[in-house]
């Protein structure tokens, strides 16, 4: 029998640990840029009703487009592999941002603000070294919420030759009927939930360590 | 208010300008194969029909299961419960789909299964958790005024719950509408085949016509979910 997972896994693990690691290596870009993207957006519209109200809406709608519609309407223009990826990405990652920044932000009590007026501080200031690390621990649970969705989304990305495990998944289909099939998609799927544990477990220490010192818990 | 009216208007203009767009092509025999009135429909009736199906069933089995797990109330089914939710939050829905389809079969039905498989945890904890975020007092006060337990979870447990319970009912219509276009994997059908196709063919309108109209479901079916949020939660709330 040649198709067990053992034999599989013996001869496939180098493979499966390059593609995990690019799929941990996409997410974490599209990330990083959507937290610098999300957190500006926040940081400009938090006080201002009509454009705060006019981002979170649109980025509500943006969230429920489906995956596969953006990613085939982005590969006519950026091609197909990484670019269309990360785009999509950083795309479904704003709406947890974005969202959680404005919360974060107004959520500083008023008096908190108005000591640091009273201190001298300008209004940017007051924004940047006040109210930014105190809203930090909410926005970091925007970040892990949108990390849960782009490790799923990187997956369907695979669709237009996209990194990551949703190769395996997608090798899994393509080979419909063969011994592997299942394998295939079986050690993709797995890795993928696994690798999406362990993200939300590092959330845990980046939350912590990123957190300004004096308010960790 | 504002962006009930608007953003319907603007989605619908949107598939309008579309449509007018493609009015100005001269489509070769491929685009016309798939870019026609008929074809369009039938799609879009697959899909339509393939969300609807999926969220009636989440709602007929998760609801109940949720309130099942929360009357025991036992810590071992919660955990289990929120541990599984987690697992299945981390899954992603293609390999799901694919999954069932190399295991099974392909098709419209595996697609229902795996569909209803996938929304299933979510909607459940969101019942838990709702009926969980009843204030104990006043579950005590209608206990007081001499309620049964059953009468206490039909008419105040799950009226303070059912904000909670919509909310993950909507969710999981809106994800439905999105896995039900990688339906196509698998041959059950849906606006999936024309991004599909469109990709494989490089057919650019086709693609645009695909994702465009799905996209508009999505948005118009989370719109429609949350008219009817605001029209089933109880009054008072």
Redesign the interface.
């Known amino acids: 029998m040649t198709g067990t997972l053992d034999e599989f896994l013996a001869r496939r693990w180098e493979d499966l640990v390059t593609l995990t690691l690019q799929h941990l290596a996409v997410v974490a870009l599209s990330l990083a840029l959507a937290t610098v993207l999300g957190v500006l957006i926040g940081l400009l519209v938090w006080d201002r009703n009509v454009p705060r ?1 006019a981002a979170l ?1 649109a980025a509500g ?1 943006a969230i ?7 990613l ?2 982005l ?2 223009i950026l091609g197909l592999g990484w670019a269309p990826t990360v785009v999509s990405l950083v795309f479904y990652s704003l709406l947890p941002i974005v969202r959680n920044t404005v919360v974060g932000l107004r959520e500083v009590p008023a008096h908190v603000i108005e000591s640091a007026r009273g201190m001298g501080m300008t209004p940017a200031k007051t924004l940047l070294s006040i109210q930014l690390p105190l809203a930090w621990p909410v926005i970091v649970t925007g970040i892990r919420v949108a990390a ?1 969705l782009t ?2 989304i990187a ?2 990305a695979a ?2 030759a996209g990194p990551g495990l ?1 190769f395996y ?2 090798k ?2 393509s080979s ?1 009927g063969s011994v592997n ?2 394998n295939f ?2 050690t ?2 797995l890795c ?2 696994l690798l ?2 362990l993200i ?1 477990g590092a959330f845990v220490l980046i939350a912590r360590y990123s957190t300004s010192r004096g308010l960790r818990v | 208010m504002t ?1 009930r009216i608007a ?1 319907p208007l603007a989605v619908i203009g949107i598939v309008a300008v579309m449509f007018l767009w493609v009015s100005t092509l001269t489509l070769d025999s491929i685009e016309q194969r798939t870019l026609n009135t008929s074809y369009l429909l039938d799609r879009t009736q697959e899909h339509v029909i393939l969300t609807v199906i999926s969220s009636g069933l989440v709602a007929l089995l998760a609801i109940p299961a949720g309130i099942a797990a929360y009357r025991v109330r036992s810590k071992a089914v919660r955990a289990g419960v929120v541990a599984l939710g ?2 299945g ?8 789909v ?2 069932l ?3 099974w079969q ?1 098709g419209f039905y595996t697609a229902l299964i795996s569909l209803v498989a996938y929304c299933f945890l979510p909607v459940l904890r969101n019942t838990l958790t709702g009926l969980e975020q009843v204030d104990h007092a006043t579950r005590e006060a209608a206990r007081g005024m001499g309620m049964t337990p059953r009468q206490v979870l039909w008419r105040i447990e799950l009226p303070l719950a059912s904000p909670m319970i919509l909310a993950g009912l909507r969710t999981a219509l ?1 994800f439905s ?2 896995v039900a ?2 339906a196509t ?2 041959n059950a059908g849906g606006l ?1 085949d024309m ?1 599909v196709n ?2 494989k063919l490089q057919r ?1 309108p086709v ?2 016509v ?3 109209l ?2 508009a479901i ?2 118009l079916i ?1 719109l429609a979910a949350g008219l009817v949020e605001d029209l089933v939660r109880p009054r008072g709330l």
């Open positions: 109200t809406t709608i429920t487009i489906p995956s596969l519609a953006l085939a309407l590969s006519p849960q490790v799923g997956a369907i669709y237009v949703g998944i997608f899994g289909l419909l099939a299942l998609a079986l993709g799927t993928v939930v999406a544990l939300d | 962006t953003t987690n697992i939050q981390a899954t992603p829905a293609v390999g799901v694919i999954l389809a190399i295991v392909t809106v509408v999105g276009t990688i994997f698998i999936g991004i469109g990709l650019y693609i645009v695909g994702a465009v799905v996209a999505a948005v989370d």
